[in-house]
């Protein structure tokens, strides 16, 4: 990671182990970045954790309510329409309104099947892919704070290994850059216990 240097841990001479922190980079942007990454992972997490709590028991009366009124509705229907047949046999009825109680009737059949399959989907609970889904989406928004805690955690430059830091090229406020052509390195952290004499 390039980035401003925030804090110099090691001053020349300092003998340091591999992992030891020798600088750290500001972090500002990434630990902001982390609380929006977190926030959108807890919206994942109670998003599945709505669906894996389906159904509530509460939206059930108002959809067997619906039902039981779909057939009162069909009941009422069949009843004029059987009236109106009786009345049809002694002309006391015409083929028109004979006709529209049948549709009446057939409405009212369909309104008590769009019920049904209603209350039905809402009692079989959600859908499995929808669970998949909402587990997918919360691996993945996981997996993004964790990557960028990651990222949280290369701002802090550590030792490779064990040695002796030999020369400092850098200091708090100046900007560390990554790559061979950035100049002079940060640090220069070398080996003085074994010399090789030629």
């Known amino acids: 990671e390039a980035g401003r240097v925030m804090e110099v841990l090691v001053e020349v001479g300092d003998e340091v182990s591999a992992d030891d922190p020798l600088f750290r980079l500001d972090d500002t942007i990434l630990r902001a970045e982390l609380l929006r990454v977190q926030g959108v992972r807890d919206g994942a997490a109670a998003e599945l954790a709505r669906l894996e709590a389906w159904p509530r028991a509460e939206d059930i009366p108002p959809l067997r309510a619906a039902v039981s009124e779909a057939l009162s509705r069909l009941a009422d229907s069949e009843d004029r329409f059987r009236s109106l047949s009786a009345a049809s046999e002694r ?13 009446a009737v057939e409405t009212a059949r369909a309104s008590v099947a769009v019920a049904q399959a209603n209350l039905d989907k809402y009692l079989a609970g959600p859908w499995k892919a929808d669970i998949d889904v909402g587990r997918a989406t919360l691996a993945q928004r996981s997996a993004e704070v964790e990557a960028t805690k990651l990222r949280i955690a290369n701002m802090t430059i550590r030792a490779p290994r064990d040695g002796t830091i030999l020369k400092r090229n850098i200091d708090p406020g100046e900007y560390a850059a990554t790559g061979m052509g950035s100049g002079l390195p940060p640090l220069v952290l070398g080996d003085l216990a074994h010399l090789h004499v030629r």
Do not use: G, H, K, W
């Not at 006391?92 to 549709?103: G, I, V």
């Open 91 to 103: 002309n006391a009825a015409t083929p028109d309104e004979l006709n529209r109680q049948r549709f």
